[in-house]
Each structure stands twice: as C-alpha cells, then as structure tokens.
C-alpha cells in the first residue's frame, strides 16, 4: 500500500522560510516523479512543483526564484524548501508521485494528505 506523508508545515510570517518533506512508503520512487500542490481556501488545487527520478525539476512561474524542490531517492523523500513566503501562499500543500517525466501533466498516481502552512501578513 503506498502512503505519502508530508510534515513541516505550520505559521510563518511573511517572507520566512518553511521545509516541507514528503516520505514515501509501499514501494522504491526512486524512478518516479515527485510533485507538490497546493490548495487554498475556496480555490482549485495548483501545482507547484515536481522533481524528475533524476532531478530534472519543473516550477510554477509563481515560485521560481524562492522554492527549490528535492529529493533522496535513499530515503523515499522529497523536500520542498520555500523562501520568502507571501500571505496569499497560505494553502494545504500536499505532495504526490507518478511514473513518467511530463513536466505540465498534472494527472499523478498517489498523494498524501497534506500539510497546512499558514503565513501570516
């Protein structure tokens, strides 16, 4: 059974830093994409970024510059780390996996609950 389980997440204030980590479990991701999305509040679920089995790495315009996403294949891991935090990144930030490199196809396989990350103005 594959399970994603994301932590980190918490209040910031505005232009603080959070790391996220997702921990993956029920099988090896090491060949998989990994991704992050996020939901805020009354709005669609977006997508913020994904991570290749070899660490190709695909962003959303609104996050280039401030978070870097990674992974450790050894530990099933992927990380999200995010710099300068805006208000309105308030959101679940849930992670996800899928097979196969398609940077902009956002149709993944597993995903975890998520984790809440609250920036304060």
């Known amino acids: 059974q594959v399970q994603l389980v994301e932590s980190g997440g918490g209040l910031v204030q505005a232009g603080g830093s959070l790391r996220l980590s997702c921990a993956a479990s029920g099988r090896t991701f090491s060949s998989y994409t990994m991704g992050w999305f996020r939901q805020a509040p009354g709005k669609e679920r977006e997508f913020v970024a994904a991570?290749?089995?070899?660490?190709?790495?695909h962003y959303a315009e609104s996050v280039k510059g401030r978070f870097t996403i990674s992974r450790d294949n050894a530990k099933n891991t992927v990380y999200l780390q995010m710099n300068s935090l805006k208000p309105e990144e308030t959101a679940v930030y849930c992670c996800?996996?899928?097979?196969?490199?398609?940077?902009?196809?956002?149709?993944?396989?597993?995903w975890g609950q998520g984790t809440q990350v609250t920036v304060s103005s």
């Open positions: 991570i290749s089995w070899n660490s190709d790495t």
């Open positions: 996800a996996v899928r097979s196969g490199w398609v940077p902009g196809r956002y149709d993944y396989d597993y």
